[in-house]
């Protein structure tokens, strides 16, 4: 593990900052309505503590978003990702219709706001909300932290870290095939 620091500001109700390198990938979150204390001793190890919470992963294609959303889920009772490229899945293959985005956006977002409705008001262990879509800017995810906070979540968000120079790597490896083009135009709109 390099480059590890964290600290919170007690003017916001919960700001935690945290940047760690594991497997070539950075974990940015920020989080509200902590659970449990104890995650500002060490948020990695009493992550299981955080009773609902819902991750919101930022990054190009191609930099592990949905392989991360994968390592999350790992031993958790009630965990759902939700992926806007789902509803581009026909008959197995990715068949992206730039028409459809604004409607598979919004079916998304409804998918997971009815997910964590589900466990709203109530006291659960361990249930994980993960939205794994590129989110290169703040507008394209504010709604599912609404939603997350509506419904009694905690919200963290996790952004890949990634290089310009990387990015006809991202294109070979992501796997929708999205072209060097459309991910350059990606990166250029990148909000840190």
Same mark, same amino acid.
């Given at each position: 593990?390099?480059?590890?620091?964290?600290?919170?500001?007690?003017?916001?109700?919960?700001?935690?900052?945290?940047?760690?390198?594991?497997?070539?990938?950075?974990?940015?979150?920020?989080?509200?309505?902590?659970?449990n204390?104890?995650?500002?001793?060490?948020?990695i190890?009493?992550?299981?503590?955080?009773?609902?919470?819902?991750?919101?992963?930022?990054?190009?294609?191609?930099?592990?978003?949905?392989l991360?959303?994968?390592q999350?889920?790992?031993?958790w009772g009630y965990?759902?990702?939700?992926?806007?490229d789902d509803? $581009? +899945? *026909?008959?197995?293959?990715?068949?992206?219709?730039?028409s !459809?985005?604004?409607?598979?956006?919004q =079916?998304?977002?409804?998918?997971?706001?009815?997910?964590?409705?589900?466990f709203?008001?109530?006291?659960?262990?361990?249930?994980m909300?993960?939205?794994?879509?590129t989110?290169?800017?703040?507008?394209?995810y504010?709604?599912y932290?609404?939603?997350?906070?509506n419904?009694? $979540? +905690? *919200?963290q968000i996790?952004t890949?870290?990634?290089?310009a !120079?990387?990015?006809?790597?991202?294109? =070979?490896r992501n796997?929708?095939?999205?072209?060097?083009?459309?991910?350059?135009?990606?990166?250029?709109r990148?909000?840190?």
């Open positions: 593990m390099e480059g590890f620091a964290f600290g919170f500001i007690l003017s916001q109700p919960c700001v935690l900052s945290l940047h760690l390198h594991i497997i070539g990938f950075g974990e940015n979150p920020t989080c509200t309505r902590p659970s204390i104890k995650i500002f001793i060490n948020p190890l009493f992550r299981d503590t955080m009773t609902k919470i819902c991750y919101i992963l930022r990054g190009l294609p191609g930099t592990g978003k949905s991360l959303s994968q999350l889920q790992v031993g965990a759902k990702a939700f992926s806007t509803y $581009f +899945m *026909v008959n197995g293959e990715y068949q992206f219709d730039p !459809k985005l604004g409607e598979y956006h =079916k998304n977002l409804n998918e997971a706001d009815d997910y964590m409705k589900r709203k008001g109530e006291e659960h262990n361990h249930i909300c993960i939205i794994d879509n989110n290169t800017q703040h507008w394209e504010e709604k932290i609404q939603s997350a906070e419904n009694g $979540f +905690m *919200v996790i890949i870290d990634w290089n !120079k990387d990015i006809p790597l991202y294109a =070979k796997s929708h095939g999205v072209p060097v083009e459309a991910i350059y135009r990606m990166a250029a990148w909000e840190r």
